[in-house]
């Protein structure tokens, strides 16, 4: 069974520039979760989608947005990029509710 | 609030066991995970203790849970070069459980 694909694994973008980051849950996962790592702020969550909606948010600015489709794939998107913006972003997919959640990889963004 | 705190190193000899201990205070918490990141590299899950369980062994691993002081720990035992590691904390939180709040990490050293 495939686990948690997160494309591209590395990205660099200059700043004002906007950013489009790709997550494919593992097959039959339904919720799909956006992180991003800093070695300042740790890991910190993003946003939450479950069935195509929106579930849980986390306290990023309005720049920072995502969608998931039919099949359960995500997509995570940064506007107007900024230097502070570099980070792994990190995807983890669960089964449903209260069930444990794997991580991807992570794509690496630097902007420069 | 949400928060889950850890110490941020540890240094153990080779063979020895390896405690990583971490604090959180969502008493909600339905699940409690132990992640480990490599350099250079995404979150791994290595273990979770769902929030009615008080204890969790797996191989090398146990987890001990005491729900009353919301403490949370990692035993490594037989402690290897190959366990050198940040490992993670981490509290499920919210009704549907998919948000998950993370610990800053404790970085294990092993020594010969």
């Known amino acids: 069974k495939a686990g948690v694909t997160q494309t591209p694994r590395y990205l660099i973008k200059t700043r004002g520039q906007q950013v489009t980051l790709s997550c494919s849950p593992i097959s039959g996962h339904r919720s799909v979760s956006w992180y991003q790592q800093t070695p300042g702020q740790g890991l910190q969550f993003l946003f939450e989608?479950?069935?195509?909606?929106?579930?849980n948010k986390g306290n990023f600015p309005g720049r920072f947005s995502g969608r998931q489709f039919s099949n359960s794939r995500s997509e995570m998107n940064v506007s107007t990029l900024e230097l502070g913006d570099s980070a792994l972003y990190l995807c983890?997919?669960?089964?449903?509710?209260?069930?444990?959640?794997?991580f991807g990889q992570g794509t690496r963004l630097t902007v420069v | 609030g949400e928060d889950v705190e850890q110490s941020l190193f540890l240094s153990v000899r080779e063979g020895d066991s390896s405690v990583i201990n971490c604090t959180y205070t969502?008493?909600?918490?339905?699940?409690l995970y132990w992640y480990k990141q490599e350099p250079g590299a995404g979150l791994q899950l290595l273990t979770y203790i769902f929030s009615n369980m008080d204890m969790k062994q797996d191989q090398r691993l146990t987890v001990l849970l005491n729900k009353k002081d919301k403490h949370l720990s990692l035993r490594i035992a037989d402690t290897q070069t190959g366990d050198s590691a940040i490992y993670f904390c981490a509290e499920s939180i919210g009704s549907s459980a998919s948000k998950i709040i993370f610990g800053s990490g404790t970085r294990l050293s092993i020594r010969p």
């Open positions: 969502d008493s909600s918490s339905t699940y």
């Open positions: 989608y479950f069935s195509e909606t929106q579930r």
């Open positions: 983890a997919s669960s089964l449903a509710d209260r069930t444990e959640a794997f």
